[in-house]
């Protein structure tokens, strides 16, 4: 029987080996610098993380086709960052994974997260490790504002980029876009109760204060309710110029029908949260007809000049892009042209040295120059603004900063 | 709009609210009175009979964007879609009573309804595999009829709503108090036993219950589908919490009681946006729950209570 | 298999093991699994892990804070998250920049003892800067949780499990909005940031995965040991009597009220103590963090472990945190390799993961329909009979000493009543079982209460014990009114009984039964439950000695069963062993409802022997009894009733041969004859 214990520990053990080599016996071999990407792949930001990280997966590809950067391949180590005990991103799960990826010495940089919820959990870890992340999607200002600098970032450097422009100015644009372009003097303003939803109602109701228009009331959906009736009837009732909704797409799926049926005429707008082409599927195309949205990037997948990597990126990755799936493939080239600025500047290859080069960083790329202020935050402030018309997302312009 | 017009507005919005959450009510309350167990999985049979209408819709070649239906056709169409909808979530409220509720229909204690809690899990999870996470577009079919009522709007969808679940329920009342099927199920619920004894096939009443009570959260889950126009795995949740609440502020078992409370509710949940702010709908709806708990756990028309024998 | 299985556990020598006493196990398990828990950090080279593993160990005392509630008191909570919420804001407030208070001199003793500092604003008074000390503020989150553990619990204590579980799911889904929504205490959705992160000697835990570690095994060692300890205490006992049976619990003189809600109580500082090494960790806190899910999650791990089963327990909650944070991910990266390898397309983009609800979900069903117990239920002592118990000869016993035994029957002085009973009135609906019952037992007697079915002999007794309370009419039991009091204060005062159809804790042993009875004479609360100093371990020892003199009374029919869970004893040891729990009460005055039921005629004398054993012992007995010829041979008086009313009384000869009694037993003569 002694034989017998052993042989089935032996396979036991001989499989357990077989697991543990799989993974990393079908990766390249050779030089890598890993990319760790944090995604909230299931739950309910499934979709948009996906296209993050398919943008990512694009450029490490096409990074690596055409031979990598300085002799290292890229590789993406990709985690998800999403939890069943939180139903979404968990930023518990996002500290445990960018553990992880400080773990593994072969991560020199991160791109993510795709919520600032997140961001707020693993700044200050990554500010221990010296190591940068550059995030294509979080836009809370707070977690690069200096005020907070002692909670976020205790080892003062910057280590929390952005290819995108923060809720610092995507909520005001819009509103300085609703008072001087559509001449409104009254709004209602509702958000989702998220963190994103809150932040950027914040402050879209602090700059329509400032710009005298009168804030008529706030108030916040359960975005698991069916019914918006009683708070549409509400704002019905109080007849404001425009509606602005700060959150994302669970509450707006059910506020554009109902909200076309209450009050058809009343001007209504969101922010990125809304920038999702499936909408009219969801809701209907007369339901979001009109509704303006706004992207913290200058305007892209509609542009013209982005349409052979639009094309390119629906072959390779099956599905449609959208602006986060830009700003995640941007992310990435900053990390191969921060790897190769350092190398061929013969600094050795560590976490501190590329987050050094990432600050410094000078590219052009499909969304236009991305350079990076000491905070981490990205230069260009563009805000652009979109209204739905016909079923379609039709670029309007780029929202006046002031 | 003047406030007393948005305030009548607000009644009529909270009145067909109530309504819908009335005809959740109805089935759960109805297998609570048989067999006095809290049905949580009854509320992902009504999510789910969302997702099956969905299907036979689009079975039949009716999606959310193809042209509207009139006349005959529509007819048909909803015929159809009650028939089929009703006869596939009641058997799977059959399902989940011989798979997973009736071994455990003699144990004591919390296992029955920990049960169904899982059975939730896995309908929401299967659904939400399935379907994806995004809110799914239900064919309008209904026309978008609507009158004026004093200041405030009534649409003919709240009309069917309020008409519909007024019917079932003196339907229900009338199965339960004088078919024999109801005089059988009134037996059950009295004395299992005794009810055997006297040749009342007990296994039997309790799955045409749990087959009457599934069919009513199918014919629930297509009216929520024809007057909100969406559907989300997560419906059967928060929906769902609200129906529950109506049935035990109603009177847990009492059939009449699951409308009233719905109605109560709905009422609760609109005028209460309109005064408070929709943010703290939850907090006034579970407050209420919790009151009525503690002062009168029979409900307003209940007569059987939940306190301890 | 488990052939295999067997055969290894026979050359590790897992009999002897099982044969070492619990106390033994633990003497040695405790520094085995101690060491392996310190040296996994050691072992596993990935810090993710360690952080992973922490992580876990929140969930562990999660479900070690939910097994006090669910799995020792029975009362299930489908809202404990909000306990998690409650501690983690508590920590995540009292560290963090959040409040900022205006200075007044009110702050000063904090400021002095270093958790509060001033903070001087540009153009404006100074405020408060809050920087409260991790290790004070897990205490204070522990007892502000056990507090709002006791408001939660309190509006559920009238209501049965199932509503209770509706209302504790609706204080669940309040906190998350609350949280939400008050914004000035909370920050509302942004959450909270900048947590202050706990430091030690100087030294700061910062943001490396490793202390955290180490406190979170600390925390879950001291949660183990608080669990072990209330499971085997007092407490853990009158819990889990009202888990078994709230009825037969009361009548044990368990006050329900009071331990549901100290159950609640410690389960939402366990809970509290979790949140707040939780947000502690993580250094911000979002309302999304404590959402239904949770509760479920950490429900579906003390159903998987086996209610009650701390060992269980732990285990599940490991698995199921490591196999959400880890396992399932690692799997993933698996399957995805795998679809490279063999170019399948589905499995490259199968995320494992969206499917762990559905299995929480099948988890719940699957253990409820085929293993209630879960999969590593607690330990049941069920030691094997030696062969020298075993061949022990059917002895009765009766003639042993009750150490507390009262003076004889004549030196509590003949004919002073006992227990007077006046006017009685109950009515249930338009039945009546209590019509104007007057009855006086005086102390010593053995009075019997006879009667035809339904003539209202149990409503009696069950009014005389506080089940129900009486329309009308008084019951003085040493000249004290107790109609109406609640039982657990009438065994208080020394009256027990027995039931009809047998009220046991089934999944308790025949022992634990048994000291159960003896409640009410055992002092020892929270603190000396856990902390078991010399008093509380004399008084334990004393209640075990108690209960096995009273064993010795039934000769050698129940000690060799102490440690047999009481479901799986004879009926006639079923009885026994209740009247057993009633004797340990030490009551003046017990009421034996149908003792001989289902006795076979040698096991119905050996009852009377013991009946009259009882009464030697100063107790004075009455008794419900069908079998006449008990009636008759031991009785000092008999009672009769008939529809609630009392139709005769009288010395057992005379009684016999009264008209009414005979009518009432045969039924009435045709009166036009």
């Known amino acids: 029987m002694n034989r017998r214990v052993l042989v089935a520990g032996l396979a036991l053990v001989s499989l357990v080996a077989l697991l543990a080599g799989l993974p990393g016996g079908l990766t390249a071999q050779g030089k890598v610098v890993k990319i760790g990407l944090s995604l909230p792949l299931t739950g309910a930001d499934a979709d948009g993380a996906d296209a993050i990280m398919k943008g990512a997966q694009m450029a490490v590809a096409e990074i690596n086709a055409k031979g990598g950067v300085k002799g290292y391949k890229l590789e993406a180590l990709v985690y998800d960052s999403a939890t069943p005990a939180a139903g979404q991103y968990d930023p518990a799960q996002a500290a445990t994974n960018y553990k992880k990826f400080i773990a593994d010495s072969l991560v020199m940089a991160a791109v993510g997260p795709v919520m600032s919820g997140e961001g707020k959990a693993i700044s200050p870890i990554l500010s221990e490790a010296d190591m940068a992340t550059i995030t294509p999607s979080s836009t809370n200002p707070d977690i690069t504002d200096p005020k907070f600098q002692a909670q976020y970032r205790p080892k003062g450097k910057a280590v929390y980029f952005r290819t995108v422009t923060t809720d610092a100015y995507q909520g005001p644009n819009m509103a300085n876009y609703l008072f001087h372009a559509q001449k409104i003097k009254t709004v209602y303003i509702l958000d989702d109760g998220g963190a994103f939803g809150v932040g950027i109602a914040d402050s879209f109701q602090k700059r329509v204060g400032e710009l005298g228009v009168k804030i008529v009331g706030r108030d916040r959906l359960d975005p698991k309710e069916a019914d918006y009736k009683t708070i549409l009837t509400k704002i019905k009732g109080l007849n404001p110029d425009a509606l602005y909704y700060g959150g994302v797409m669970q509450a707006a799926a059910k506020l554009a029908p109902q909200g076309y049926e209450v009050m058809p005429r009343v001007i209504k707008a969101g922010s990125d949260g809304v920038y999702d082409l499936s909408w009219p599927k969801q809701s209907g195309k007369e339901a979001v007809e009109g509704w303006f949205c706004s992207q913290a990037s200058p305007e892209l997948v509609t542009s013209q000049k982005l349409e052979a990597w639009v094309t390119k990126f629906k072959t390779d990755m099956k599905r449609d892009p959208t602006n986060y799936a830009i700003t995640s493939y941007n992310a990435v080239l900053v990390v191969a042209d921060a790897v190769e600025r350092t190398v061929a500047a013969s600094k050795p290859l560590t976490r501190s040295n590329l987050r050094d080069a990432i600050q410094a960083t000078k590219l052009g790329s499909i969304q236009g120059p991305i350079a990076f202020d000491a905070n981490g935050d990205i230069l260009t402030r563009t805000v652009s603004i979109y209204q739905w018309r016909d079923g379609e997302i039709k670029y309007v312009g780029v929202a006046p900063e002031k | 709009m003047s406030t007393l017009d948005v305030l009548l507005q607000q009644v009529v919005n909270g009145l067909a609210l109530g309504m819908m959450y009335a005809l959740l009510a109805l089935g759960f309350t109805m297998v609570y009175g048989i067999i006095e167990l809290i049905n949580f999985a009854h509320f992902s049979v009504f999510m789910t009979g969302t997702f099956v209408g969905l299907v036979v819709l689009s079975l039949m070649g009716v999606t959310a964007t193809s042209k509207s239906l009139t006349g005959l056709a529509l007819v048909g169409v909803l015929i159809a879609l009650f028939l089929v909808t009703m006869a596939i979530t009641g058997l799977l409220g059959v399902l989940i009573e011989r798979v997973c509720l009736r071994s455990l229909r003699n144990v004591s204690g919390t296992a029955p309804m920990i049960t169904t809690i899982g059975v939730a899990f896995i309908l929401i999870n299967a659904m939400l595999l399935i379907f994806g996470p995004q809110a799914q577009r239900f064919p309008q079919l209904l026309p978008n009829w609507r009158w004026e009522l004093g200041g405030a709007e009534v649409t003919f969808k709240q009309l069917v709503l309020f008409v519909v679940g007024l019917l079932l329920m003196i339907a229900l009342s009338h199965v339960v108090r004088r078919t024999t099927l109801g005089k059988a199920m009134r037996a059950t619920a009295q004395d299992a036993d005794a009810a055997r004894m006297m040749g009342i096939d007990v296994d039997r009443v309790i799955v045409l219950t749990f087959f009457l009570g599934s069919a009513l959260a199918g014919a629930g889950s297509l009216f929520f589908g024809l007057y909100y126009g969406f559907t989300g795995y997560y419906i059967g949740y928060t929906t769902g919490l609200r129906a529950f609440t109506s049935a035990v502020l109603g009177g847990i078992g009492s059939i009449p009681g699951a409308v009233l409370g719905g109605l109560f509710i709905g009422l609760t949940q609109s005028l209460g946006g309109q005064l408070l702010g929709v943010k703290w709908t939850d907090v006034i709806i579970f407050s209420i729950l919790i009151v009525v708990m503690v002062f009168r756990p029979s409900g307003l028309l209940g007569a059987r209570t939940p306190q301890k024998a | 298999m488990s052939a295999l299985a067997a055969r290894l556990g026979e050359r590790l020598g897992l009999a002897r093991w099982r044969a070492l006493p619990i106390a033994r196990r633990r003497q040695i398990l405790a520094p085995v699994l101690l060491s392996i828990g310190l040296a996994f950090p050691f072992v596993t080279s990935n810090a993710g892990n360690v952080d992973a593993a922490a992580n876990a160990y929140t969930y562990v005392l999660l479900a070690l804070g939910l097994n006090i509630v669910v799995g020792f008191a029975g009362l299930l909570d489908l809202g404990y998250a909000a306990f998690f919420a409650i501690g983690a804001y508590g920590y995540g407030i009292a560290a963090s920049g959040q409040l900022k208070p205006e200075w007044s001199s009110l702050w000063a003793p904090l400021e002095w003892a270093g958790q509060v500092s001033r903070l001087a604003v540009p153009g404006q008074s100074e405020i408060v800067q809050f920087h409260f000390s991790f290790w004070p503020m897990l205490a204070i989150s522990a007892i502000i949780c056990a507090i709002f553990g006791m408001l939660f619990g309190a509006p559920t204590l009238r209501l049965r499990g199932d509503y209770l579980a509706i209302v504790t799911l609706g204080f669940g889904e309040i906190v998350p909005v609350v949280a939400r929504n008050w914004e000035g205490l909370t920050n509302g959705a942004q959450g909270l940031g900048g947590i202050r992160t706990p430091k030690l000697f100087g030294f700061d835990f910062g943001f490396s995965p490793y202390p955290y570690y180490f406190l979170g095994l600390g925390l879950v060692a001291v949660a183990v040991w608080i669990s072990i300890r209330l499971q085997e205490s007092r407490l853990g006992r009158a819990w889990m009597a009202i888990r078994e049976d709230e009825l037969a619990a009361g009548a044990m003189g368990v006050n329900h009220v009071h331990y549901k809600l100290l159950a609640f109580a410690m389960g939402a500082a366990v809970g509290g103590l979790g949140g707040t090494f939780y947000v502690a960790k993580l250094t911000t806190a979002t309302p999304d963090m404590f959402t239904f899910p949770v509760s479920v999650m950490v429900l579906v791990m003390v159903v998987l472990g086996g209610l009650g089963s701390i060992r269980g327990v732990v285990l599940a909650a490991l698995f199921l945190a490591f196999l959400q944070s880890v396992i399932l991910q690692e799997l993933t990266e698996y399957v995805h390799a795998l679809g490279r390898l063999v170019g399948n397309d589905f499995l490259q983009r199968v995320e494992l993961i969206t499917s762990l609800e559905l299995i929480f979900g099948l988890i719940l069903v699957v253990m409820m329909i085929f293993r209630r117990e879960g999969l590593w239920p607690a330990v049941r002592r069920v030691s094997a009979l030696t062969l020298e118990q075993q061949s022990v000869a059917p002895a009765r016993g009766a003639a042993v000493e009750l150490s507390w035994a009262r003076a004889a029957p004549g030196a ?262």
């Open chain 3, 412 to 673: 509590v002085g003949p004919g002073r009543p006992l227990l007077e009973i006046e006017s009685l009135r109950k009515s249930f609906g338009g039945v009546t079982a209590a019509d104007d019952i007057t009855l006086t037992v005086h102390a010593g007697e053995l009075v019997s209460v006879i009667g035809p079915n339904g003539s209202g002999k149990t409503t009696l007794f069950n009014l005389i014990t506080g089940l129900i309370a009486p329309d009308d009419g008084s019951i003085r039991f040493e000249g004290v009114e107790i109609g109406g009091r609640p039982s657990h204060e009438i065994v208080a005062r020394g009256v027990a009984r027995t039931f009809q159809n047998i009220r046991l804790f089934n999944n308790l042993s025949v022992l634990e039964n048994l000291l159960v009875g003896e409640h009410t004479r055992l002092q020892a609360g929270v603190l000396g439950a856990i902390f078991r100093p010399p008093w509380v371990r004399a008084e334990e020892e004393r209640a075990v000695k108690s209960a096995l003199e009273v064993v010795e009374i039934f000769g050698n029919r129940l000690r060799p069963r102490l440690d047999h869970p009481a479901y799986g004893l004879s009926y006639a040891n079923r009885r026994r062993t209740e009247i057993g729990r009633a004797i340990m009460t030490r009551p003046k005055l017990l009421l034996l409802d149908e003792p001989a039921a289902g006795m076979n005629p040698a096991e119905t004398l050996e009852l009377m022997d013991l009946i009259r054993a009882v009464r030697g012992f100063g107790v004075t007995v009455v008794l419900i009894e069908h079998k006449l010829d008990v009636v008759m041979d031991i009785s000092d008086r008999v009672v009769v009733l008939d529809h609630g009313v009392k139709i005769a009384e009288g010395a057992p000869a005379q009684v016999r041969g009264d008209e009414r009694v005979i009518e009432a037993y045969l039924g009435r003569r045709r009166r036009a004859a």
